[in-house]
């Protein structure tokens, strides 16, 4: 498999998750990539192993805006 083609399958995980209301609480570093940490409205929990530098770069960015318009609601 190709870097991109891991990196396709690993953003399209991710927006799968996000797409059922997830919200990523939590991310965990290790030697094979990041563990991200995502909890459901629900009270479901999931972790997802991210291994690649552009997937990463994708939650960051989900990250940042999930943290602005938690930042919005708030006011």
């Known amino acids: ?3 991109y083609e891991q990196y396709v399958e690993e953003k399209n995980k991710i927006d799968a998750y996000l797409n059922q209301e997830y919200v990523i609480t939590g991310v965990r ?3 094979s990539g ?3 940490e995502l ?3 629900g009270g479901d929990e999931a972790s997802l192993l991210i291994e690649t530098a552009d997937a990463r770069k ?3 960015n989900v990250l940042l ?3 602005v318009r938690e ?3 708030a006011q």
């Open 71 to 73: 930042q919005r609601d």
């Open 29 to 31: 570093e290790g030697l």
């Open 34 to 36: 990041d563990w991200l």
């Open 65 to 67: 805006k999930q943290d």
């Open 58 to 60: 994708y939650f960051v």
């Open 1 to 3: 498999m190709s870097a």
């Open 39 to 41: 909890k459901h409205p």
